[in-house]
Nanobody
Framework: QVQLVESGGGLVQPGGSLRLSCAAS????????MGWYRQAPGKQRELVAI???????NYADSTKGRFTISRDNAKNTVYLQMNSLKPDDTAVYYC????????????WGQGTQVTVSS
């Protein structure tokens, strides 16, 4: 069974940093991409950052220069280093996996809360 386990969310002051992790497990044959999305109250889920199997990255305009996505291929784990956090970054952050597996191709984590507040 494919599972995504997220960690690293929490409360941080404006200007602070957090690092999110997402570990994928199960019968995963090939990963197309792993990424992070977020959803703030009353808003639609939006892309934060994504990294392909080949290592290419893409970021939302609002996170460029502040957030960095990286991946440990051996551990099937993706990280999101978030610096210079702003109150507008407050949201539930979800990990996404797109891969070839025996159980489908698109998977989501349970979400982790990130709150930026003084």
């Amino acid at each position: 069974q494919v599972q995504l386990v997220e960690s690293g969310g929490g409360l941080v002051q404006p200007g602070g940093s957090l690092r999110l992790s997402c570990a994928a497990s199960g019968s995963i044959f090939s990963i197309y991409a792993m990424g992070w999305y977020r959803q703030a109250p009353g808003k639609q889920r939006e892309l934060v950052a994504i990294i392909t199997g080949a290592g290419s990255t893409n970021y939302a305009d609002s996170t460029k220069g502040r957030f960095t996505i990286s991946r440990d291929n051996a551990k099937n784990t993706v990280y999101l280093q978030m610096n210079s956090l702003k109150p507008d970054d407050t949201a539930v952050y979800y990990c996404n996996l797109r891969a070839i597996t025996t159980q489908g191709n698109d998977f989501w984590g349970q979400g982790t809360q990130v709150t930026v507040s003084s």
